[in-house]
Every structure is written in structure tokens, then in C-alpha cells.
């Protein structure tokens, strides 16, 4: 069975206005904003505006005019933070396994400086 959205989730209350934000962008589909924690100069997480929990649900159930929005906004949030000549990273954790800490999907766009190794390497046993 699939979970069902958390509406009492962090972004769901910013989205409602509950919870001030530094926005970055807006449009009809989605919002944009600073993250309260930046990791690198140029920190902004990107939020679809509908309920959806995770990247799985967003691409099972979005519309298309929801989708083609935050793929633009993905573009124009890195432009607005001036990273697309340097370089940015795009990252979006998915369930626990993927260490999803807000069960609303967010992309995190991260740049500004060097973002270092991609993921670190988990070591294996030959038991798998």
C-alpha cells in the first residue's frame, strides 16, 4: 500500500504560508527557496506546489504541465543563483534508504564551490 502524504510535513506547511521563506523562485507549479542550512554558497531546495511525497509519486502522478514546470525551474533557480557557468549539483533523496528527511519531494540545487565526491563508497563483503 502507498503511503499517504504527510500534510503536516515542513514544505507543506511553507507552501500553505505557515512557515516564512527566502524565495528564490515562484511559479504556478513551484516554489524555490534558501535552505535554512546551506552545504555550499548557493543552497536552494525547489518544491512542487501539489502534494507529492517523492520523486516515484511525482512522475506516476504529476501533470504534464506540473512536470515540464519544475524541470524548468530546476534551470532557472541554478541560473538565479549564478552556478550555471561554474557547475552545480542537482540532488534528490527518495525513502529512507535514499535519506529523505522531508516526505515532500525537493531537489536540492547546490553550487558555489567545489561539491566533492558524489557519494562515498560503501564497502562490500564478499557475503554481498
Not at 98 to 107: D, I, K, R, S
Request: proline residues 5%.
Amino acid at each position: 500500500m502507498t503511503e499517504a502524504y504527510d500534510r503536516d510535513n515542513v514544505f507543506a506547511k511553507i507552501l500553505r504560508g505557515e512557515i516564512p521563506n527566502a524565495t528564490v523562485y515562484e511559479d504556478d507549479h513551484v516554489l524555490a527557496f534558501s535552505d535554512i542550512n546551506p552545504q555550499r554558497p548557493v543552497h536552494s531546495l525547489v518544491i512542487p506546489k501539489g502534494a507529492y511525497r517523492d520523486l516515484t509519486d511525482f512522475a506516476e502522478n504529476a501533470s504534464e504541465a506540473e512536470i515540464v514546470a519544475y524541470v524548468r525551474a530546476l534551470a532557472k533557480v541554478a541560473r538565479a543563483g549564478d552556478v550555471t557557468e561554474t557547475g552545480y549539483r542537482v540532488i534528490s533523496n527518495t525513502g529512507a534508504d535514499g535519506h529523505q528527511e522531508v516526505p515532500h519531494l525537493h531537489f536540492h540545487i547546490i553550487g558555489g564551490a567545489p561539491a566533492g565526491p558524489m557519494a562515498r563508497r560503501m564497502d562490500v563483503d564478499a557475503d554481498g
